[in-house]
C-alpha cells in the first residue's frame, strides 16, 4: 500500500514534546517498510485547502495520523480528520468526533459523567464551585502534560480560589483552564488496540512507580517527567508491569472501564486511558488519550511488547483497522 505519514508542520523553535512526532514518523515509516508498504511524509499546516489539493491529486491507500495540534494549538487537532473525511481517504486511529471529544478534556469528562464512568470531580468557571480540597490545575485542550508542575496542584477553599486559580494558569495552558480534584494515589495507563473485526485488545496494564519521590512531592507525572532529561522527574517515575496479584481485582476493573471507553467514545485503531486510584482502592479515569505516542520510549509500544506483539505487528493492526468500515 501506498501511505501518506501525516503529522503537524513545526516551527523552528518546537518544544520537546511537539518534536516527538518526527521520530514517530521514523519509526512508523520504518515498519511501513518492513511490512511491504511505501510511505512518504506530510507535514500539515493551516493551510488546509493546499493538504487538501496534495492529498486528492496524489490519493493515497491510507494515511497515517500523527497529527496532535496545529499552529502549536492542541484544540486545532481534530481539523486533520476531518480534512481527511473530506477527502474520503482512509486514515490510522480514532475518527473526527471522537478526536475532538477527547481533546476537549471538559467534553471528555461531561460524557464520562453521563455514562457512569468515575471521573474526578470538576471545576470550570461559571460553575457552582466543587467541595474545598486539593485540586490540579489543566489546561482544556493540551496534550503531552504541557504546562503541567507541582505547583499546578493547590488548595482550593472558596469560589474566589477556584476562579483565580483556573484564571491565573490558564494563558500557561494554551489559554483555557479547569480546576480537577487531586487523587492523591497509584496512577495506571491502559492500552488498547483495535482487533480484527472490530473491537479493542485491552493490553497489559502498566503503573507508574512514584517510590523514589520523597515525602511531600506530589505523585505527578507532569512535563518535567516526561520530556526534560534532565529533571528529577524524568528518571524516577518509570512505568512498571510487575504487578502484585492482590491487585487482580483492581486490574479486571481497570479493563473493564478502559473497555467501557473504547465502546462509549467510539475509539479506533489504539488508545490509552490514563487511571488514578485513591486510597480506598477506586479507580478514576483522568484522560482518555485517542492518539497516544508511538516513539520507541513510549507507553504505548511497551504495553505492545508486554503483550507478546512486535512493532510490525502493532502497525498492521492499526492499518488493517483504519481500512475496516
Same mark, same amino acid.
Given at each position: 500500500?501506498?501511505?501518506?505519514?501525516?503529522?503537524?508542520?513545526?516551527?523552528?523553535?518546537?518544544?520537546?514534546?511537539?518534536?516527538?512526532?518526527?521520530?514517530?514518523?521514523?519509526?512508523?515509516? =520504518?515498519?511501513?517498510?518492513?511490512?511491504?508498504?511505501?510511505?512518504? =511524509?506530510?507535514?500539515?499546516?493551516?493551510?488546509?485547502?493546499?493538504?487538501?489539493?496534495?492529498?486528492?491529486?496524489?490519493?493515497? +491507500?491510507?494515511?497515517?495520523?500523527?497529527?496532535?495540534?496545529?499552529?502549536?494549538?492542541?484544540?486545532?487537532?481534530?481539523?486533520?480528520?476531518?480534512?481527511?473525511?473530506?477527502? =474520503?481517504?482512509?486514515?490510522?486511529?480514532?475518527?473526527?468526533?471522537? !478526536?475532538?471529544?477527547?481533546?476537549?478534556?471538559?467534553?471528555?469528562? =461531561?460524557?464520562?459523567?453521563?455514562?457512569?464512568?468515575?471521573?474526578?470531580?470538576?471545576?470550570?468557571?461559571?460553575?457552582?464551585?466543587?467541595?474545598?480540597?486539593?485540586?490540579?490545575?489543566?489546561?482544556?485542550?493540551?496534550?503531552?502534560?504541557?504546562?503541567? +508542575?507541582?505547583?499546578?496542584?493547590?488548595?482550593?477553599?472558596?469560589?474566589?480560589?477556584?476562579?483565580?486559580?483556573?484564571?491565573?494558569?490558564?494563558?500557561?495552558? @494554551?489559554?483555557?483552564?479547569?480546576?480537577?480534584?487531586?487523587?492523591?494515589?497509584?496512577?495506571?495507563?491502559?492500552?488498547?488496540?483495535?482487533?480484527?473485526?472490530?473491537?479493542?485488545?485491552?493490553?497489559?496494564?502498566?503503573?507508574?512507580?512514584?517510590?523514589?519521590?520523597?515525602?511531600?512531592?506530589?505523585?505527578?507525572?507532569?512535563?518535567?517527567?516526561?520530556?526534560?532529561?534532565?529533571?528529577?522527574?524524568?528518571?524516577?517515575?518509570?512505568?512498571?508491569?510487575?504487578?502484585?496479584?492482590?491487585?487482580?481485582?483492581?486490574?479486571?476493573?481497570?479493563?473493564?472501564?478502559?473497555?467501557?471507553?473504547?465502546?462509549?467514545?467510539? !475509539?479506533? @485503531?489504539?488508545?490509552?486511558?490514563?487511571?488514578?486510584?485513591?486510597?480506598?482502592?477506586?479507580?478514576?479515569?483522568?484522560?482518555?488519550?485517542?492518539?497516544?505516542?508511538?516513539?520507541?520510549?513510549? @507507553?504505548?509500544?511497551?504495553?505492545?511488547?508486554?503483550?507478546?506483539?512486535?512493532?510490525?505487528?502493532?502497525?498492521?493492526?492499526?492499518?488493517?483497522?483504519?481500512?475496516?468500515?
Amino acid at each position: 500500500m501506498n501511505v501518506v505519514i501525516l503529522h503537524e508542520a513545526l516551527p523552528p523553535e518546537a518544544r520537546e514534546d511537539e518534536l516527538d512526532v518526527l521520530v514517530q514518523a521514523d519509526v512508523i515509516a =520504518r515498519a511501513l517498510g518492513a511490512l511491504g508498504h511505501t510511505s512518504r =511524509r506530510l507535514a500539515l499546516t493551516l493551510d488546509l485547502l493546499a493538504a487538501y489539493h496534495t492529498l486528492t491529486r496524489d490519493r493515497p +491507500d491510507v494515511v497515517f495520523n500523527l497529527v496532535e495540534s496545529l499552529a502549536g494549538q492542541g484544540r486545532l487537532l481534530p481539523l486533520a480528520p476531518a480534512l481527511l473525511d473530506a477527502v =474520503r481517504v482512509p486514515y490510522t486511529g480514532s475518527r473526527t468526533e471522537a !478526536l475532538f471529544v477527547t481533546t476537549g478534556k471538559i467534553l471528555t469528562k =461531561r460524557l464520562l459523567r453521563a455514562y457512569g464512568l468515575p471521573t474526578p470531580p470538576w471545576y470550570v468557571p461559571g460553575q457552582p464551585a466543587p467541595p474545598p480540597g486539593r485540586y490540579i490545575i489543566k489546561g482544556a485542550w493540551e496534550e503531552a502534560s504541557v504546562g503541567i +508542575d507541582d505547583d499546578s496542584i493547590v488548595e482550593l477553599r472558596t469560589p474566589g480560589d477556584f476562579d483565580a486559580a483556573v484564571t491565573s494558569r490558564a494563558a500557561a495552558l @494554551g489559554g483555557e483552564a479547569f480546576a480537577e480534584a487531586y487523587i492523591d494515589g497509584r496512577e495506571f495507563n491502559l492500552s488498547l488496540l483495535a482487533r480484527a473485526g472490530g473491537g479493542a485488545e485491552v493490553l497489559p496494564p502498566a503503573e507508574i512507580d512514584f517510590s523514589a519521590f520523597p515525602a511531600g512531592k506530589p505523585r505527578l507525572v507532569g512535563y518535567a517527567a516526561k520530556w526534560d532529561t534532565a529533571s528529577f522527574e524524568y528518571h524516577h517515575t518509570p512505568r512498571t508491569f510487575e504487578l502484585p496479584a492482590r491487585d487482580a481485582p483492581l486490574l479486571a476493573e481497570l479493563r473493564r472501564l478502559a473497555a467501557a471507553c473504547w465502546d462509549v467514545f467510539g !475509539l479506533r @485503531g489504539y488508545a490509552r486511558v490514563d487511571f488514578r486510584v485513591d486510597a480506598a482502592g477506586r479507580p478514576w479515569i483522568l484522560e482518555i488519550n485517542a492518539n497516544p505516542g508511538l516513539a520507541p520510549d513510549a @507507553g504505548f509500544p511497551a504495553a505492545v511488547a508486554k503483550a507478546g506483539l512486535t512493532f510490525e505487528e502493532m502497525i498492521a493492526r492499526v492499518l488493517e483497522d483504519a481500512l475496516r468500515p
